[in-house]
C-alpha cells in the first residue's frame, strides 16, 4: 500500500518564496552584523594565547588526534598546500551563498528553514567568540605547527592579529568554516532525494581537514561547531516535507519542481486522469447494498 502524498505536496509548495529584495538585504545585514562584532572581538592576546594552552593541553588529555598528522599530508607538495589554503580562503562564503541561492529558487521552504539556523549558528558563535578568544594553532609556539597561508600562500590573513583590520585572528572557537560546511551537507540531504544526496557529506570533511590542516583551527573547535548546530537543529525544525517525502519515493519532490504540489488532479467516474489511464474507484463499504 502506497502513502498518500498530497498532505506532504501541499505542506512543501505552499511555502511562498520570501521577496527577494528582503532577503538580499536581510543576508546581507546579518553578514556585516557577523563582522563588525568579530572585530568587537579583536584584542585580548594574552586571554587568547592563555585560552589557545588550555585547548592544546585538553585535546592531548582527550587523545585526539594531533593537527600536525594532518599538516604533514598537506606539506607534502607546494602544490597540495597551495590548493588547500586557496580552499580555505575562497571556498567557504560562496558556496554558502550558493547554497542559499540554490534552496532560494528550489526550495523556498528549506531555505526559510537553513537561512534561520545559519544565523543562529552565527549568532551563537559571535558570543562564544566574545567570550572566549581563542588563538589558532598556527600562532601557538607549542603545536609546531606551520602558517601555512603566510608560508605558501593565498592567505586571508594580516601577518599579526594587531594589523589586521578586516577579521578577528582570535576568533578560533568554534569553527564557521566547519559550522557553515556542515549545515550545507545537512540542508542540501534534506532538501533533495538523490541517492547520491550523501555525498554533500564530503564537503564538511573536506573542509575539516583543510581548517585543521592550515593551521586554523583546532579539532575542538570543529567539535563545538557541530555542538552548536545540533542544537540549533533540535530547536528551528525542517519543513515537514523533509521528513514525509522521505517515505514517498521523491514524489512531493517533483511536485514542489513544478508548482503543482498539492493540486488534486480532478478526474470523472468512468474518465480519464492526465497519463489516459481509467482511475481506478475504490469500494465504498455498503455502496452496493
Do not use: C
Amino acid at each position: 500500500m502506497e502513502l498518500p502524498t498530497e498532505p506532504a505536496q501541499k505542506g512543501s509548495a505552499a511555502i511562498p518564496r520570501p521577496p527577494l529584495v528582503r532577503e538580499v538585504l536581510l543576508v546581507a545585514g546579518l553578514f556585516l552584523v557577523y563582522k563588525l562584532g568579530r572585530q568587537l572581538a579583536t584584542g585580548h592576546t594574552a586571554e587568547a594565547f592563555d585560552n589557545a594552552r588550555r585547548v592544546w593541553d585538553l585535546e592531548r588529555f582527550l587523545h585526539l588526534p594531533g593537527e600536525g598528522s594532518v599538516q604533514s599530508a598537506v606539506l607534502h607538495g607546494d602544490t597540495l598546500v597551495h590548493l588547500v589554503n586557496t580552499y580555505y580562503a575562497t571556498v567557504h562564503f560562496p558556496a554558502t551563498a550558493a547554497f542559499l541561492v540554490w534552496l532560494y529558487l528550489r526550495r523556498p521552504g528549506h531555505y526559510v528553514w537553513a537561512r534561520r539556523v545559519l544565523a543562529a549558528v552565527t549568532a551563537a558563535a559571535l558570543v562564544v567568540h566574545l567570550t572566549f578568544p581563542l588563538a589558532p594553532p598556527r600562532m601557538l609556539a607549542a603545536t609546531g605547527l606551520v602558517d601555512t597561508g603566510q608560508v605558501y600562500g593565498p592567505t586571508v590573513y594580516g601577518a599579526s592579529p594587531e594589523t589586521d583590520s578586516l577579521s578577528n585572528q582570535f576568533a578560533a572557537m568554534p569553527s564557521l568554516h566547519f559550522g557553515w560546511a556542515l549545515m550545507v551537507a545537512i540542508g542540501l540531504i534534506a532538501a533533495t532525494r538523490s541517492r547520491w544526496r550523501w555525498l554533500w557529506l564530503l564537503h564538511p570533511l573536506l573542509t575539516l581537514l583543510v581548517i585543521v590542516g592550515t593551521a586554523n583551527h583546532y579539532w575542538l573547535d570543529a567539535i563545538v561547531a557541530a555542538a552548536l548546530l545540533g542544537i540549533v537543529l533540535a530547536v528551528v525544525r525542517p519543513p515537514r516535507r523533509a521528513v514525509a517525502a522521505a517515505g514517498s519515493g521523491g514524489k512531493s519532490e517533483a511536485a514542489e519542481d513544478t508548482g503543482d504540489a498539492g493540486r488534486p488532479v480532478p478526474h470523472a467516474s468512468g474518465g480519464q486522469d492526465a497519463a489516459g489511464r481509467v482511475p481506478e474507484v475504490p469500494d465504498l463499504v455498503g455502496a452496493r447494498r
